[in-house]
């Protein structure tokens, strides 16, 4: 059953100390190549807020229906109290069909009303209320086609060890009305490391564990 959004989120800030997501502004993931002759595929995604735009009023009346901005902040400069501007949040369409004011992927800044990662938030309107479908406290690199109409999303996730920050790269699918894990491919330790084709379910599982223990999935 689809939830209704609420602004309360998850709170893991023991677990998230230190963890700056900001940094994969310029991640480097290598692009992912088709057999044969074909085209090397490449769908990564790199945002750097302060370049990015809204392409309508639509993306700003949006972030007010959501009460995830505040409307009468003036400046950029106090992530806490967030503008409902671009510089703090991205969308992403949910799916070619739908419109953007009725369906959307929104990827929110690290910092923004206190919280120390990019979260990345799906919804959907239904009987004209917005319904949030997913939420990762992750990072949305990469988009791959899929025959359902609703892209493939590739999501980053920070895991602080000792101190020390290790990155998953796990993939989501759609399935039933929302996005559902399916593995993870990457596994990233100072340099991403591909997990190879025999562990991948194996370790599939345990990273899942890893992800519902620390609540990056909500």
């Not at 990827?107 to 959907?124: D, M, Q, W």
């Amino acid at each position: 059953m689809k939830s209704k959004f609420l602004i309360v989120l998850p709170i893991i800030f023991l677990f998230l100390a230190s963890c700056d997501d900001e940094a994969d502004d310029t991640i480097t993931i290598e692009p992912r190549h088709s057999s044969g002759k074909e085209k090397v595929v490449d769908q990564t995604i790199s945002t750097n807020f302060n370049e990015n735009v809204f392409k309508s009023k639509v993306e700003g009346e949006l972030l007010k229906e959501l009460h995830i901005c505040d409307p009468k902040a003036t400046s950029d400069d106090d992530p806490e109290h967030p503008t409902c501007s671009p510089n703090f949040f991205r969308f992403f369409k949910l799916n070619d069909q739908t419109p953007l004011k009725d369906g959307f992927k929104l990827l929110i800044k690290s910092g923004v009303n206190g919280f120390p990662l990019r979260r990345l938030l799906i919804f959907e309107r239904e009987n004209d209320v917005l319904v949030k479908l997913n939420g990762f406290n992750g990072n949305l690199i990469e988009e791959r086609k899929s025959s359902t109409g609703y892209n493939d999303l590739l999501i980053r996730f920070p895991d602080n060890i000792n101190g020390n920050i290790t990155y998953y790269n796990c993939l989501f699918r759609w399935k039933d009305g929302k996005y559902n894990y399916v593995n993870c491919e990457v596994i990233d330790e100072d340099v991403p490391r591909k997990i190879r084709a025999e562990f991948i379910d194996s370790m599939g599982v345990e990273i899942k564990k890893i992800l519902d223990q620390n609540d990056m999935i909500f």
